[in-house]
C-alpha cells in the first residue's frame, strides 16, 4: 500500500476489462484511488460492479462511470465529480488509456463491408486522439500530480500488418507518435508520456480480432516463456512506472511481452 497516504488517484480510461482492469487491481493493491471510466452492456454490469467491490475491498476510493468517454460533456461530468471528491491535497499521479473501441473490417472482399474513410476517423479517435483531450483536459483543471505519468497501450500492430487490423494498427502508430510529442512538449509541466507494447493478451479487445485464436496460437508459441501475456502482468508495469524512481523514463514504447516479438 505505497500509495496509500498520497492522495494519489488515477484515471483508468477502459477499466472494466483487460488491461484497463488489470492495471486497476494493482494500483488499488497499491494503495491508489481509482477513477474508471468504461462503456459496457447492462447486461455485462453485475460481473463488472463485482471486480469493483472487489477493488473497494482493498480500502481505497473508486470512482466508476458507465458512460462515453469520447464525449466533451462526459469528460467534463467526470473530472468535475472527480475535483470534488479528490479535495485538497489529492491529485491525479497516471491517466491510463486503455479504450478499445475501432473497426476490424477488411480492406478487400465481396461478402464484407469494406473498411471506409469514417471506419478510419473513428477508430484512430477513439484509440489515439482520446488520449490527448483527456491529458489536455486534466492539465487544464490542474489536477496533474506534480510527477504525473501518462501511460497507454499499444501493440505489435504499430509496424506489422494483419487482416482486419489496418484502422487499429493505424491507431496505434498515431497513439505513439501523439504520446512522443507530448513526452517532449508536457515534460516542463512534470509529466511523463509512455506507451507499452503487451503482449497478445486473451481479452474481449483480442477476441472481436477475425481469427484471433490462430494469432493467439502463434504468440503462444513465439513466447520464450510458453504462455501468453496477461493483464496482471502490465498492471505490473503500469505500477513500475507509477514509482518515483520512474520519473525519468519518457517518450518510450515498453515492451511487456515476455520476449514474444523477439522471434
Known amino acids: 500500500m505505497e500509495f496509500k497516504n498520497n492522495k494519489y488517484w488515477a484515471v483508468i480510461l477502459g477499466g472494466s476489462s483487460g488491461l484497463g482492469l488489470g492495471t486497476a487491481q494493482k494500483l488499488a493493491a497499491s494503495g491508489m484511488n481509482l477513477c474508471i471510466v468504461h462503456r459496457d452492456r447492462k447486461e455485462q454490469l453485475p460481473e463488472i460492479d463485482e471486480a469493483f467491490n472487489r477493488l473497494r475491498e482493498s480500502g481505497i476510493t473508486l470512482l466508476t462511470f458507465n458512460l462515453d468517454a469520447l464525449k466533451d460533456s462526459n469528460r467534463n461530468e467526470i473530472l468535475t465529480s472527480l475535483e470534488k471528491e479528490m479535495g485538497t491535497g489529492g491529485s491525479v499521479r497516471v491517466l491510463v488509456h486503455s479504450i478499445a473501441k475501432g473497426n476490424l473490417k477488411p480492406m478487400q472482399g465481396t461478402n464484407e463491408a469494406l473498411l471506409n474513410n469514417a471506419d478510419f476517423h473513428l477508430t484512430i479517435d477513439a484509440m489515439a486522439i482520446s488520449l490527448y483531450d483527456w491529458t489536455q483536459a486534466l492539465i487544464n483543471k490542474t489536477m496533474f500530480n506534480k510527477s504525473a505519468r501518462v501511460i497507454s497501450f499499444t501493440s505489435e500492430g504499430n509496424a506489422k500488418a494483419w487482416p482486419y487490423y489496418a484502422a487499429v ?95
Not at 509529466?191 to 485464436?213: E, F, R
Not at 510458453?226 to 502482468?233: G, I, S
Not at 525519468?248 to 514474444?260: L, Q, Y
Open 169 to 263: 494498427s493505424a491507431a496505434k502508430a498515431t497513439l505513439e507518435a501523439i504520446t512522443r510529442n507530448m513526452a517532449v512538449e508536457f515534460a516542463p509541466l512534470g509529466i511523463t508520456s509512455n506507451c507499452i507494447q503487451a503482449g497478445a493478451v486473451d481479452t474481449p479487445a483480442l477476441k472481436a480480432i477475425p481469427g484471433s485464436d490462430k494469432y493467439a496460437s502463434i504468440a503462444f508459441k513465439k513466447n520464450p516463456f510458453k504462455r501468453l501475456t496477461t493483464p496482471a502482468d502490465i498492471g505490473n508495469v503500469v505500477y513500475l512506472l507509477c514509482k518515483d524512481e520512474a520519473a525519468w523514463i519518457n517518450g518510450t514504447v515498453i515492451k511487456a511481452d515476455g520476449g514474444e516479438s523477439l522471434k
